[in-house]
Structures are given as C-alpha cells and as structure tokens.
C-alpha cells in the first residue's frame, strides 16, 4: 500500500464546475502536505500547502483533516486551464523528502 | 531569475550502458532532491543532498544508482549497467534551506529511455 492515496481519476467535468479531490495518508508522523500541479510532461510546480484550519488561494481551497488523515482541494468554477495531474504530497517529521501520490488527473472540457 | 535546470532534457541509452545526469539547482539553495517518475505514477524519491554531505539515499533502488554533489552546487546521477526497468524521468528539485516542509522547486527533469 502507498503512502499517499490518490483516485488516479481522470475526472472530466465541465467549464464552470466545482471539483474535488481526496487524498489519504498512511504515516500518522506526516506532519506537512501540499498539493502540486503537473502539467502533461512538465515538472510538478507547487499549488499550496495544505493548513488543518484550512486554506484558499482564490478558486482553490485545500483542507486537512489529521484525524481522518485525510487531505482534499476543490477547484470551483473550473477553467480550460486547469486540466493537468494533481499530486498530493506529505512531509513527515524529521524528514525533508517529499512523499507523493500517484496524481489525480483533471480534464476540463469547453 | 533562473530556475533549476537538467541536462540532457532525453537520453536514450542501450541496456547495459553507464549514464550520467546533470543538475544545476537554484543559485544559493542548500538542499538537493533527486526523484524518479515512472510513467502514470507519482515522483518517488531517490536521494538528497544539504551542500555536499549526502544525508539520504534510502530511494536509490540499487548499488548500480550513484549520487554525487561535490562542491555543494552541481549535482550528477549516475546509473551503471542501465536496465529497461530505469526508464523514467529524473527530477532534480532543489530548496533554499535544510527545513523539513520547505518549498522545492523542480526542474524540468530528464526523460531517460532505456532500450
């Protein structure tokens, strides 16, 4: 079993709607996680860190919930533009390497 | 300002071959990952780097797989005696401190096909 869980999808939704994604984390020493944008045969690049009060950086908001061990991001009003692969990512304590799932691929079609 | 670089960008070797990946990180950061990405999966990681003292290589799938990052800047993966099994693509990620949880910042990685 991996580490970090994630549906491989592809999820295909359309332009304007609300999305999410689940994520599931096994290492109870996890201690950081964020969710990272790939797009098709670039590098992963940051989308943002994933807070237990929760966070939003404008159309997107991440969650995490440490009891569960269970990390989410929904995307409202989806855009053409964010079609890619969704990595989520755990740190665990003492440790600086990144831990990832498999991805979670997104199409947006018009 | 200038981002992490890899070179070469696509190496397509014979099995049975040696090859050698470059990584030039982020001008001033400390700390150097190298990942590999098999297809349809997510990066797994093979080594890391704080200046030139090597502090985990727990990732690296065998002894053929070498590391080396000698004045602290440039670093190089090495795979010996490659095998099909080491197609992938290699991502080198660098970050600015040696803190757990610090924002790494990939290159474009280096897609390796082994025939």
């Known amino acids: 079993r991996k580490e970090v869980e994630q549906d491989p999808g592809p999820f295909n939704v359309p332009e304007g709607a609300t999305v999410a994604f689940n994520c599931t984390y096994s290492n109870s020493a996890s201690q950081s996680f964020f969710w990272y944008r790939q797009d098709c045969r670039k590098e992963p690049k940051l989308l943002m860190s994933?807070?237990?009060s929760g966070n939003e950086d404008g159309r997107f908001t991440a969650q995490l919930n440490r009891a569960s061990q269970y990390i989410s991001l929904l995307i409202r009003d989806s855009k053409l533009s964010d079609s890619a692969t969704y990595l989520c990512?755990?740190?665990?304590?003492?440790?600086?390497?990144?831990?990832f799932g498999t991805g979670t691929r997104l199409l947006v079609s018009p | 300002g200038a981002g992490v670089s890899q070179s070469p960008r696509y190496k397509v070797a014979k099995r049975g071959q040696d090859v050698a990946l470059r990584c030039d990180p982020i001008?001033?950061?400390?700390?150097l990952f190298w990942y590999q990405q098999a297809l349809g999966q997510g990066p797994e990681f093979l080594t890391y780097?704080?200046?030139?003292?090597?502090?985990?290589k727990s990732g690296l799938p065998s002894d053929r797989f070498f590391a080396e990052r000698p004045e602290g800047s440039v670093s190089t993966l090495k795979i010996q005696r490659t095998q099909q099994e080491d197609s992938a693509v290699y991502l080198c990620a660098s970050s600015l401190g040696g803190g757990s949880g610090e924002t790494q910042y990939f290159g474009p990685g280096t897609r390796l096909l082994v025939l």
């Open positions: 001008s001033g950061h400390v700390s």
């Open positions: 994933v807070y237990s």
């Open positions: 780097f704080q200046n030139e003292a090597q502090l985990d």
């Open positions: 990512v755990a740190v665990n304590t003492g440790f600086q390497k990144l831990v």
